[in-house]
């Protein structure tokens, strides 16, 4: 079955949105505006949803380590939108849900500061259930149990004291001088 023309502009814009991502410099953060208007370009093309999570899909499988992140959130973000405005008619949680381990998995050459990122995205997925059949599978998936062993041992090391120093012996006061004898008269 052939797309609209109108789909095909929305999935080209979809993909415009998505090269905008790319262009995020290592080491900066990707803008939450960024973030809005990629999973709003997602959302408007519900249409041709599957082309939309493909799409997305391939973006954070095939972008640089530092853009993958990115990916993520607009996942997060399309999913929650979709669950929220359309509820029991939900198309992108299931979607997503089916390639959802490929997908994190995808982030195994991020930095550590995203796979705990990552971590921290899983952990809201399993409160609010947006992928219950893959909730455990997600939650020993081998990037976030890497990076849970990751954060366990800084934790580990910050917490567990330090070897003290032995502090010098406290030095005794000096006496004080005492004072001179008055001269006589």
């Not at 947006?130 to 997600?138: G, I, Q």
């Not at 890497?146 to 000096?174: C, F, G, N, Y």
Request: net charge positive; proline share 10%.
């Amino acid at each position: 079955m052939a797309a609209t023309p109108e789909a095909e502009a929305m999935l080209k814009a979809l993909h415009g949105e998505l090269d905008a991502l790319l262009r995020t410099l290592p080491g900066k953060a990707v803008s939450a505006s960024k973030i809005r208007s990629v999973a709003k370009a997602c959302f408007d093309l519900r249409v041709e949803y599957k082309r939309a999570v493909h799409a997305i899909e391939r973006f954070v499988s095939k972008a640089p380590p530092h853009c993958k992140l990115g990916g993520i959130y607009v996942i997060d973000a399309v999913c929650r939108r979709s669950r929220a405005q359309l509820g029991d008619k939900d198309v992108f949680s299931p979607r997503f849900e089916k390639q959802i381990e490929a997908t994190v998995d995808a982030m195994r050459g991020s930095s550590a500061d995203d796979r705990a990122a990552l971590v921290r995205v899983i952990v809201e997925w399993n409160k609010q259930k947006l992928f219950p059949a893959k909730a455990d599978a997600l939650s020993s998936c081998a990037v976030v149990a890497e990076t849970k062993r990751d954060l366990e041992k800084k934790v580990a090391a910050s917490s567990s004291p330090r070897p003290r120093e032995r502090s010098p012996r406290p030095r005794e006061p000096e006496p004080e001088p005492e004072p001179e004898p008055a001269p006589p008269p």
